[in-house]
Structure formats: structure tokens, C-alpha cells
């Protein structure tokens, strides 16, 4: 019921965050074609089957302030949302997409597998900041995130991957 008339019907959110200033965040995954992106957002049209999308609402949750697509040619979803002190978003999910975007300092530039993704978005929906696929051989989903102090995020999630990538000295 929250959602403007111009989301309604297009969108399902599976996360929110709420900044400081009043404005909302959401996140989620759309099927639509004319899923309604701001010009200057960092993917302005679909490009596969199910999109992940991000988008910021103002404080009377009426109008847009940004909103963007996230996605490859394939399926992608978005699960988990967190926002830093900056105001920059942090996006979780699951993607099959090989060419869902990721940044050259990537963790992991190639899929393998349905894996889960973290992407980080500026503050006004227009970069991304690093994105990188998260996964082993299997399938992976990322079901939740925070980001601490130091702007890390950390990820929950499930795999079925015996080769999942994890630091031994934790």
C-alpha cells in the first residue's frame, strides 16, 4: 500500500531501509518492461527476464527520487537492502545472469552457477560502486545483509556449492 502509483502492480519489494533524512529505499525484482527508471539512474532498461531493481522514495513515499534497474540478460533478484552513512545502497540476491554487471575490483567477475550477488550503488542510484558475483559451482542466494562501521557488508545467505569461497581463518 506504501508504494506510489507509479510502482503499484510492477514490483515485488523484498527489502526496505529508511535513511535518516525520511526518505525510503527499496529493493526488489520486477517483470516489467516499462518498469519506471529515473533518466540518470546507472541501468535505465531491461535487459532479461526478471530484473532486480533499486529505488528511493522521498519522505511522503509519493515521489521518486531515483530509481534503477540491476540485471543481466537472464533472471536476477534482489533480497537484501542496507544503506551506509553516505546514503550509498547495498543490494543482495541472486542472479543467473553471466553478464549481471560486476566492477573491475570485483571479489568474483564470473559467474558460476546461480550465485548471489553484492552489488553497492551511490547514493543517487547513477554508479555502482563495486559489484561482485558470490558463489561456487552451485547455486547461491544472498537472503540479508548489513554493512558495519567501516562500510562492509556482510552477507547471509545459503549454498549448495562444496567449492563456495570462505577464509579458513575465520
Request: with cysteine; net charge negative.
Given at each position: ?34 518498469f519506471p527508471v529515473t533518466p540518470d ?97 552451485g547455486a547461491e542466494d544472498a537472503r540479508?545483509?548489513v554493512v558495519d562501521g567501516a562500510g ?19
Amino acid at each position: 500500500r506504501f508504494l506510489p502509483a507509479c510502482l503499484r502492480g510492477l514490483a515485488l519489494v523484498s527489502a526496505l531501509a529508511l535513511s535518516p533524512n525520511g526518505s525510503v529505499t527499496v529493493a526488489g525484482t520486477t517483470r516489467s518492461r516499462n518498469f519506471p527508471v529515473t533518466p540518470d539512474g546507472f541501468q535505465t532498461q531491461p535487459r532479461g527476464g526478471r530484473e532486480a531493481f533499486l529505488a528511493r522514495l522521498d519522505g511522503s513515499v509519493q515521489d521518486l527520487v531515483f530509481a534503477t534497474l540491476l540485471g543481466g540478460s537472464e533472471d536476477d533478484q534482489a533480497h537484501a537492502l542496507a544503506l551506509d552513512a553516505e546514503g550509498c545502497a547495498y543490494v543482495a540476491g541472486r542472479t543467473l545472469s553471466s553478464d549481471f554487471p560486476s566492477t573491475l575490483a570485483a571479489f568474483d567477475r564470473q559467474r558460476c552457477g546461480a550465485d548471489a550477488f553484492v552489488t553497492k550503488v551511490s547514493g543517487r542510484g547513477r554508479t555502482l560502486l563495486y559489484s561482485t558475483f558470490l558463489g561456487g559451482s552451485g547455486a547461491e542466494d544472498a537472503r540479508s545483509l548489513v554493512v558495519d562501521g567501516a562500510g562492509r557488508a556482510v552477507v547471509v545467505g545459503w549454498t549448495q556449492s562444496l567449492d563456495f569461497p570462505f577464509d579458513p581463518g575465520v
